[in-house]
């Protein structure tokens, strides 16, 4: 009984570690699903950076108190004048680089990355 006991407790500390593993800022990320919801928070995009495979649907949510607006590829003009806009805006997108960026905050940056 003590035998596992202590294999469970072993189990579960490794399962921890793992869980609890800090993530790097500001690295890229790659992830398995091809969706991603893209916070604009008070002067910063969430997350900020994205590496995806094959495809990326990109859905911007507009979460903060400030205005914002979005310039990048495929993205629709009117989207240029800042607002504080209650509909998401989904696009989705092919292999290659691109950068959205809120010209109202310096430094909101949105860079995603399609393999």
Do not use: E
Request: aromatic share 8%; hydrophobic share 40%.
């Amino acid at each position: 009984m003590k035998r596992q006991f202590a294999a469970v407790l072993v189990a579960a500390t490794s399962l921890i570690a793992v869980l609890a593993a800090p993530v790097t800022a500001g690295a890229p990320r790659a992830h398995a699903a091809s969706s991603y919801r893209i916070l604009l928070k008070d002067s910063y995009f969430t997350p900020a950076n994205i590496t995806a495979r094959g495809s990326a649907t990109l859905s911007f949510v507009y979460v903060g108190k400030l205005t914002h607006n979005i310039i990048g590829k495929n993205i629709p003009s009117s989207y240029a004048t800042p607002h504080r806009r209650a509909k998401t805006l989904t696009r989705t997108y092919k292999r290659g680089t691109y950068r959205f960026d809120c010209s109202i905050h310096p430094g909101m940056v949105l860079k995603l990355r399609v393999k």
